[in-house]
């Protein structure tokens, strides 16, 4: 390999994404300066570490590949180099230890990304990384140098290629804001709008309903939407009824989906089964069986099981009549259409989908018509569930973009 430490390589942006391309570089002796807008990097990492950290998932290879949906192909080829067992040994590496949860997601023993980010920063140091934090990224001047608004002057450099780690456009208190995004379409990089990802959705609750209902969880449910070729896809989990929709894990899981069909059609029905494990049938027998002078909520809990929340729902969405009418009661039991208006806003999304194109990249993540400037992480267009899926995919674009840079700097060499 030739002599790269006469490269400077700007970072842009200290994510996982971000700091990962700073590895591969400073382990070849390029010297590498990251940027940030914020006074600290990795705070959605941070975050994400509250709820307990999910760093990737122990999946057999094509179910994991097949989370990443229309953009399978692109990730997969970034996962050969660094797949969920490379991560992990990366992880261990650092020397934090990891388990595989029930579920087979893949948590640091104590759950936590702080030590992790702690251990990884020192690493990045000592090796000789340069952070500049407050240093927020414009855009390009007009002779082709980096702007950076700093707490003093603005700065402006010029490195011998670029990678920009920027984030998606949730949380944007956390520092991803998606700003990046008309400057690259200004720069002629094809970039699809950022949308909500791993998100809630906006219901049109009565205000007794929201008023007794918001925040509790609806479990177990299963819960389904109607695919392009009318094909029922269905979950079981459990979801919250928050006060201006509905939220949780099996929402997001479905997300995707719900929200094209709300972008195509203007609203997405979620069709819920609130007693799963009991067949149609079963469940009009047990609405139908004599009741005597047992209320019909009583009657439901002690036939059906259905109480509390699910009962709430039963009210908010049957009339009086069809409530003590057992057809159509258990019909609404196993198949309650909610209808879905809206996506919540990107900024309370776990992720976002839309960015950069693949199509405005080439294989090394460097953009097509920029060269020298790669870009990592969630800033590409790609959208996954949560389940480590999204960690995975931001380290191992991280990489990519590094090693791509490596190549673009020896053939420059
Ligand atoms: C609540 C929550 C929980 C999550 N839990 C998990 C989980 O358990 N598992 C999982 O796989 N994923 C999880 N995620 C998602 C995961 O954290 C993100 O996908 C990941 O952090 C994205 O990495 P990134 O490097 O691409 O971008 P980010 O981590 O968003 O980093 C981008 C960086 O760029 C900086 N930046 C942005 N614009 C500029 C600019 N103009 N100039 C300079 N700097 C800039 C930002 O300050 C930020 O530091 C969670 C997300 C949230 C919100």
Request: with cysteine; glycine share 12%.
């Amino acid at each position: 390999m030739p002599e790269l430490s006469k490269y400077t390589v700007a970072i842009v942006g200290g994510g996982p994404a971000g700091l990962m391309a700073a590895e591969v570089l400073i382990a070849q002796g390029v010297q590498v300066d990251l940027y940030d807008a914020m006074p600290s990097v990795g705070r959605k990492f941070l975050l994400a570490g509250k709820g307990g950290m999910n760093l990737t998932h122990t999946e057999a290879k094509p179910g994991f590949i097949a989370r990443y949906g229309a953009r399978a192909a692109q990730i997969e080829a970034m996962l050969q180099d660094f797949d969920p067992d490379g991560l992990r040994n990366w992880v261990h590496g650092l020397g934090i230890q990891t388990f595989v949860g029930s579920s087979g997601r893949v948590f640091p023993t104590d759950m936590k990304a702080a030590p992790l980010l702690r251990a990884w920063l020192k690493r990045l140091r000592d090796a000789g990384v340069r952070f500049h934090m407050r240093h927020r990224w414009l855009g390009w001047d007009e002779a082709g140098k980096l702007r950076f608004s700093t707490t003093q002057d603005e700065l402006r450099i010029q490195p011998d290629a670029v990678v920009l780690a920027l984030g998606g456009g949730s949380w944007a208190r956390l520092g991803s804001d998606g700003k990046w995004l008309p400057v690259l379409q200004q720069q002629g990089i094809q970039s699809a709008p950022l949308q909500a990802a791993n998100c809630g959705f906006e219901v049109e609750w009565s205000a007794h309903f929201r008023e007794r209902h918001a925040g509790q969880p609806v479990k177990p449910v299963v819960a389904g939407y109607r695919d392009n070729q009318g094909q029922l896809q269905q979950r079981q989990g459990e979801f919250v009824i928050s006060e201006s929709g509905v939220e949780g894990s099996l929402v997001y899981a479905l997300s995707s989906a719900l929200r094209e069909q709300i972008n195509a059609d203007g609203s997405a029905t979620l069709t819920l089964d609130l007693a799963p494990g009991k067949s149609a049938e079963r469940v009009l027998e047990e609405v139908a069986h004599p009741r005597g002078s047992r209320s019909m909520a009583s009657h439901l809990q002690s036939k059906v099981g259905i109480a509390g929340v699910k009962a709430g729902l039963l009210h908010e969405y049957l009339s009086k009549e069809d409530y003590t009418h057992p057809d159509k009661l258990a019909a609404a039991i196993k198949a309650l259409p909610l209808r879905l208006l809206a996506a919540r806003p990107i900024d309370e999304a776990i992720s976002s989908a839309g960015g950069v194109m693949f199509e405005a990249l080439d294989e090394h993540l460097m953009a097509r018509r920029m060269p020298g400037v790669f870009c990592a992480g969630e800033m590409l267009d790609w959208e996954a569930p949560t389940g480590g899926y999204l960690l995975t995919a931001c380290f191992a674009s991280g990489r990519t973009a590094g090693r791509g840079v490596l190549n673009w700097l020896q053939a420059q060499a």
